[in-house]
């Protein structure tokens, strides 16, 4: 397991990376927890179509406007239906959460998902696009 979250932080992490593969034409970046007690986790954030130029995104990027995100970048609405970062929230008494924070190296410039789409869509399109992925994972939980 790795760093805790804070539960009060509702704010996207800073995030920066390199050593991007040959080839990569843009990034798309995505947190999700896979121990969510709905069948299926939840998505916290979806980014895509952040140009290959670009190698971090700062704190609270994810913010509601997406307004410090890089040109061309667009944020996906996530599981509550928001096109914004939404942080760690586990249910009370539901044990330790994992959170997968993902930077996606694609091969395409433009991924070509509607900005409307699910965070399920964009991961389901990047699949035959990824050259690499650089994953942190956080864990969060709420004491009963």
Known sequence: ??????????????????????????YAVTMYDPDAPTGSGFWHWAVADVPASVTSLPE?????TGSALPAGAYQLPNDARLAQFVGAAPPAGHGPHRYFVVVHALDVEHIGVPADA?????????????????????TAENPA
């Open 60 to 64: 609270g990027a994810g913010d509601e």
């Open 118 to 138: 699910t965070p399920a869509l964009l991961g389901f399109t990047i699949a035959g696009h990824i050259l690499g992925r650089a994953v942190l994972t956080a």
């Open 1 to 26: 397991m790795g760093a805790e979250l804070p539960l009060e932080h509702n704010v996207s992490p800073e995030l920066s990376w390199s050593g991007a593969p040959d080839g990569t034409k843009s």
